[in-house]
């Protein structure tokens, strides 16, 4: 069973450019959390997502990125224009619903993407 | 809206040194509780979790957390730090019936040898 998956794993960007992230939580999987992490900062929660909807984004800056979870596909995180201050370490998480319980489990986060903007 | 505080934010202790970090979160209700571990250069890793029943919890690698609810706290301890415990510690908490998780603004630990 392959745990969170992110990539690209470091992200590169051109002041204005947008950048695109991607997350696919652990198989059965249906709640996906974004997180940022700055230095000194800890881990700033940014967004949750359940399939197709927007559970909590009260962290989400209001300009420039949105979040989305499809019903295919990967969570995707997305910043256009992106500035200098951008730069950081984002991180998904995913959970879901123990088979026998139906109880939730812990967040299980994946390698992050490192974007750094010059 | 629930909130994490973690008090140390830099903790320097010797190998074989005995190791509590503390945590507060603020939300009154039922709440999952949680300590993740990042070594460095990775991502976040369960050290162990409270959900409910006894309230002394046993993680991997040595570490127990014990969660007080009269003091809304959720402390991590560990009696012996080894040079490998050298991470970040981040607190979080869930609340009950709610999926969002609240991270503290997390610990750093350096072990020196």
């Known amino acids: 069973n392959a745990g969170v998956m992110q990539n690209p794993r470091h992200l590169v960007r051109r002041r204005g450019q947008e950048a695109r992230l991607r997350c696919s939580p652990m198989k059965g999987h249906s709640h996906v959390y974004w997180y940022r992490q700055l230095p000194e900062e800890g881990l700033k929660f940014m967004v949750y997502l359940q399939k197709e909807n927007i559970i909590d984004e009260s962290g989400m800056p209001k300009e420039r990125f949105s979040a989305e979870f499809p019903k295919e596909g990967p969570s995707i995180l997305r910043i256009q224009q992106v500035v200098r201050g951008d730069s950081a370490a984002y991180f998904c998480?995913?959970?879901?619903?123990?088979?026998?319980?139906?109880?939730?489990?812990?967040?299980?986060f994946g390698q992050g993407t490192r974007l750094t903007v010059v | 809206a629930q909130s994490v505080s973690q008090h140390n934010h830099h903790v320097i202790l010797s190998e074989a040194a005995s190791l509590e970090l503390g945590c507060n979160y603020s939300y009154g209700g039922t709440v999952n509780l949680f300590w993740y571990v990042q070594y460095p250069g990775q991502h976040l890793q369960l050290l162990l979790k409270y959900f409910s029943g006894d309230p002394l919890v046993k993680g991997i690698k040595g570490f127990e957390a014990e969660f007080i609810k009269s003091k809304f706290s959720f402390n991590l301890r560990k009696p012996s730090v080894q040079w490998s415990d050298t991470a970040e510690y981040f607190c979080?908490?869930?609340?009950?019936?709610?999926?969002?998780?609240?991270f503290g603004i997390g610990t750093k630990l350096q072990v020196i040898p």
């Open positions: 979080a908490v869930r609340s009950g019936g709610y999926q969002k998780v609240t």
């Open positions: 998480a995913s959970s879901g619903l123990h088979i026998t319980t139906f109880s939730n489990t812990e967040a299980f």
